[in-house]
């Protein structure tokens, strides 16, 4: 999705191009609409592909089901059946045109206020990034006008929709090592009385991961909530007490002497789940896992989606009966090549009377490293987490050491 929009003070104008982004083309060549949704953290967008039958007369037509926030440099008309029409611009007029509707369209598409912008000064290789425009301020119809053919004519319109998204949400219950997942996704639909196929995809195109078909299905464009689900899936799945010690910043480099010197003592339990749960909030059901708690809701925004050997982990809780306590001795050695030691001691202490399992982990440095001196065995390393698993019997306590050195 690559463009500007132009904003002027009397029409929106723009030339109809190819957009970057492909939807999945509908395989019945008449009337129909498809739309794919892409979505990843806070960025969504969708393309719409709508086959649909249009009148021209004396070089001009209208379309519908074109949202005011579309941007028109990402409108594609194609003619299907026909070589020789050939759409040759499109706009849309303003209904509100009072100065402080101007100055709402143009803080909504971040350009300066009431400045018109020529359609030479247009830089196409600026990606747009356009606010929600309020409904009335644009006329919900869009204005083309066409060479080569008139009367009634089968066309292919292609779009990006900015405000077309969707909502997901998870319902996980487990008992006895096994996690029943059942996954809805909400899209709220537009009123265009007609019927759409939906494809949803995690990821955005144009991204490192190509973007993960989640589901599929055909619902009613009236102006309700739709709902596709998946089919519901059993996952082998575990909990587990994990301390992670230390207080990271993210934005500071991890070479940095201090980074991740400050500690912490809680001790969360994580549920571990052997599958991929796209964003969106977890409900847990957790039923003869001998826990104090059986039920909870993990927010999309307290998510901390962490892979172990392939499975997914969320945050559950905090265990009031097990404290940890993390020291860190950083020092630079001067040599070749210069080195950064970490001299790590975690200790985790139970006030249960039950034993508690307990991962001790510690996130390395992102450098070339070697564990050294460990005490009571070496951890295990998955990509920058050293783990070590350790028991601690009731109203006890644990302690593993180890040092880290780093090259510069």
Known sequence: MRGALAVAIGVA???????????PVLANP???IAIAIYAQ????FAIVDDRRTIEIRGGTFDLDRVPGDVPLPSLVIEPIGSRTLHVT????????????????????QLLPARAPAPRAAIDDTTEPRLG????????????????????RQLVRVLYTAPAIGYRAHHDVTLAAGRATIDTRFAIATPAWRSRATLVLYEGLPGSRDVPRELVRGTVALDGSTAVLSLPARAVAARVRRVYDGAVREPASSTMDLDWGKESRSQVWLWLELDAALSAGPVHAILTGAGLDRGETTITAEQREPVTVRGATRL????????????????????G??????????????????????VWLEEHLRDRQHKIVQATPAPPTITGTIARIAVTVPPHGHETATFTVQYAQ
């Not at 104008?13 to 939807?23: I, L, S, Y």
């Not at 953290?41 to 969504?44: E, R, V």
């Open 41 to 44: 953290g806070t960025t969504s």
């Open 30 to 32: 008449g009337e129909g």
């Open 89 to 108: 611009a499109c706009t849309r007029e303003r209904i509100d045109t009072t100065p402080q509707a101007l100055d709402e369209l143009a803080r909504a």
């Open 315 to 334: 945050p559950l809780w905090i265990d009031d009966a097990v404290h940890g306590v993390r020291t860190r001795l950083s020092r630079q050695v001067s």
């Open 132 to 151: 929600p425009v309020r409904t009335g301020l644009l006329s919900p119809l869009v204005h083309c006008t066409a060479t080569g053919a008139s009367g």
């Open 336 to 357: 070749s090549p210069p080195l950064v030691i970490d001299r790590v001691q975690l200790s985790i202490s139970n006030s249960a009377d039950t034993p508690r399992e």
């Open 13 to 23: 104008v723009a030339a109809c191009r190819t957009p970057a982004v492909e939807p």
